[in-house]
């Protein structure tokens, strides 16, 4: 979990939703952060939501669940 939670911070702090940005951050590819970021929308039931909204959700989620 812990691992999840630092490439949301990542995504949406660091990044803020902009893969390309993340993805310097997380020394990965930018289409490997885009694909995670698909992945964990469909999982998440967040298809449908524009993806900085979804982010932001996200983000307010592990913030309140105390993991960050």
Known sequence: TSLFV??????YETGHG?????AKHLFQHPNTVRYRM???KALLCGEGMEDRAFYEQLYLCTFLHGDL
């Open 6 to 11: 630092g490439w949301v911070r990542c995504v």
């Open 38 to 40: 698909q992945k964990a």
């Open 18 to 22: 902009d893969a390309a940005l993340a």
